[in-house]
């Protein structure tokens, strides 16, 4: 024991914590801006066909096959699936399965999937403690808002340090909408809150495997046991979040509690959730875009092209620099399969990256063509991408926002698209419209949990 | 994103997380040295006696009320109460309630309490899958070598940012425990570590309040969570415990690797494990040891003394500074306290942790004449009392190594009186003595959930 050592601990803050508590306990409804409801409610789409699309993976399945003989009571639903669990392990497994297949929602600033952690544990709470939709939505902003201010207020030291952000922060959203349903007072809300801040999950180490879903559907369910405990009173710290040896000194170099409290209730950091095109991590979605545009407007064929030539951002090459992926997952990480099977096969979507697709000797065969260069002047949200033909000629593309990002959203239209895609095979076609038609509706329901017992397989 | 700030992350290594598995899976009773078994049944006895103790506090109280309607069929005892749980709710409540009096084993080392988190996820888990008490015993020291050895490899670094240890490495200690009982192979335990690795619990911030005794038992039931998601092959990163980005780079600025690999299997961490005479942190045992044996050598009363100068370890009023405690638990963190009631009392048991004592008039009277002065030439097992007295003498005790370390430990004979005092009024008397004979006669037990059983209020 070095006392001295404690003192590399960063400075510490007032009030955090309790500010953040009344403005979760304050929020209402009717304060909401038409704009942020309205990314709620594509939030919530999103979510739910995406924790149906993850549902019969073998990580899910595994999940469920190992925490069943463990459930409580069968209260709440497993999207996409029969078995029924408590709250809190069926939080778990549809925070999981939203997050299976890469193709959540995404706070393009920190990187944060707030959806899984704060839905999961929302939907599973709403189950137990029946709320109308708009108490619904509204307790989902707040959760949202919640995560995605505390990764700004450490982002990007914290990510950079190894943590899986979604989970660190996204446990405080779970907290936040399970503490919102159940009705916490602001005292509760901050010992939830600390509850929360000694949980941090997930390591960046853990990605290309099953852990990496894990981290937010143990986020979810996490926030809920917080909220729970502290519904009855059991206490933490008021200050956990900002004190010296609190959540932000103690996870990251950078803390910024201004991101916090800064126009809490005005500015919405939940508005500016995106929505993914492409079943992988965000950063590999300008090459994608570039290989799908240059494939479309040249219908190329993979026996046409020679070499293909990609400037990116340096990040996509230290998160998906995988030469050689074999399984599905590590395809996900691979920026070489990526554009290789979205110029063959002009998608990207949970099929793309599976074990076949990534085998497949035609993919092998484009993949090894594919020649990305790391460039600093390259944004994250950039890529310039030349296919070099056999004919010698050269096809540019430079893609100065993805599709899917802040500036080129996915239309309501694109998102029931890739619903309707996820849902197939998993929930009768007839179903998954009424379930689509449930969430966009899901300000007019009088039980928000009819969105959780319509997302079952029955 | 900054992608040169993510060169902050230390070194990394290669095969640790492989040796611990490898070390864990092949584990055997026979191999454990006699010293080592010793320890561990004494461990055993200490933490039951502790999780009992425990069981009727508000802490507990809380818990139980609030995981009761969310959990699975109920498997698994919690000590001292009717209720029983399925075996992660059983273990999270056990593990809270063994730390509640801040009274459980200590490996002085690290400050890591390694019984609540080990010791409440084997019981548990041996509940469900029932196993010989050699076994059981076994899978006690490999879960505890575990988290002490992951503690030598980060402390104290780790701790001095902001870590409850206890919970951090803990919850590899459980995973391991649980992972053996559950029979884990080698690949198995590799990923359960990793999933340990993306739950690191608990904050110092949380110190004096039930967050505290929360991080023992989320640290068991995190690792029975991590087991059981491993037993069923949920993958997770091969080196999550070493690599870049891994468990020890992420969490700490000081990685020692080798005191997690040397000699594994041949020396023991666990053989160091203490117990503690005094309900309270570590820190404040030698002032406490001092102002007893000042009490009994001189047969002092409270109206004789007129100060009382202290000498002890910086960490002394860091962690235990608090002047002017209310509840039980800020007495735990006062040395002010801490010493009036050891002066005034002769002991310094949870019954000298209540609101009732912390408040009493005649404590107050004397914990203002409590002056500790900070000394770095004080070992944290040291303290150097002085008693001045109304007449003018001065009583002095200097501390060399306080009651209950690995110089001066407990005889059984003083741990079955601590078992029973803790018991007092929870167990009937005879029912206590069979638990105590109980856990001295794990080695021969047939099914080791005899003990959780005989734990039981009935």
């Known amino acids: 024991m070095t006392p001295d050592s404690t003192m590399q601990a ?19 409804y009717d304060d909401l801006p038409a704009g942020v409801r309205k990314e709620a409610v594509r939030t919530l789409l999103n979510y739910v066909g995406c924790a149906v699309g993850g549902s019969n993976e073998e990580t899910v399945e595994i999940a469920v096959a190992a925490l069943g003989p463990f459930s409580g009571p069968p209260r709440a639903a497993v999207f996409g699936r029969r078995e029924r669990f408590d709250p809190i392990n069926a939080a778990f497994v549809n925070g999981a399965s939203c997050h299976v297949h890469d193709y959540d929602d995404t706070h393009l600033k920190t990187i944060i999937h707030p959806g899984g952690p704060v839905i999961s544990a929302a939907m599973a709470v709403a189950e137990y403690r029946p709320i109308p939709g708009k108490d619904f939505l509204n307790a ?37 909408a399970a503490g919102k349903i159940l009705g916490l007072s602001r005292q509760q809300l901050t010992w939830a809150f600390g509850l929360a801040a000694s949980t941090p999950v997930g390591l960046r180490e853990s990605f290309g495997s099953m852990n990496k879903s894990f981290n937010l559907g143990k986020a979810a369910s996490d926030g809920i046991f917080a909220a729970l405990l502290a519904a009855g009173n059991f206490t933490s710290s008021d200050r ?42 965000i950063v590999l979605h300008p090459a994608i875009d570039a290989a799908i545009q240059l494939r479309n407007a040249n219908s190329l064929k993979a026996d046409q092209i020679s070499r293909i030539d990609l400037r990116v951002h340096p990040l996509v090459l230290e998160l998906t620099g995988q030469p050689a992926p074999m399984t599905g997952l590590e395809g996900k990480f691979s920026v070489y399969h990526a554009v290789a099977v979205a110029l063959l096969q002009g998608m990207a979507g949970p099929k793309q990256f599976t074990a076949p697709v990534v085998q497949d000797p035609a993919v092998l065969a484009l993949r090894a063509k594919v020649v990305p260069t790391v460039d600093a002047a390259i944004r994250e949200d950039q890529a310039d991408m030349t296919v070099v033909l056999n004919d010698g000629r050269r096809l540019d593309r430079f893609i100065q926002h993805a599709v899917g990002s802040v500036e080129v959203p996915m239309t309501d239209r694109a998102l029931e698209v890739k619903f309707a895609d996820l849902a197939d095979g998993i929930l009768p076609q007839e179903q998954a419209r009424r379930l689509i038609d449930a969430c966009w509706s899901v300000e007019g329901l009088k039980d928000a949990a009819d969105i959780a017992r319509l997302g079952r397989r029955t």
């Open 140 to 176: 989902i902003v707040a959760g949202t808002e919640v995560a995605l201010r505390l990764g700004n207020c450490v982002y990007p030291d914290h990510y950079d340090r190894g943590w899986h952000i979604s989970g660190t922060c996204g446990v405080f959203g779970a907290t936040a």
């Open 10 to 28: 960063g400075p510490a803050a007032t009030g955090v914590t309790a500010r953040l508590s009344r403005y979760v306990a304050d929020a209402k």
């Open 240 to 281: 956990m979040i900002e004190a010296k040896r609190g959540w932000a000194n103690t996870i990251s170099t950078k803390q910024d509690y201004d991101e916090i409290t800064r126009d809490l209730g005005l500015h919405f950091e939940s508005a500016l959730n995106t929505y993914k095109p492409f079943a992988c991590g």
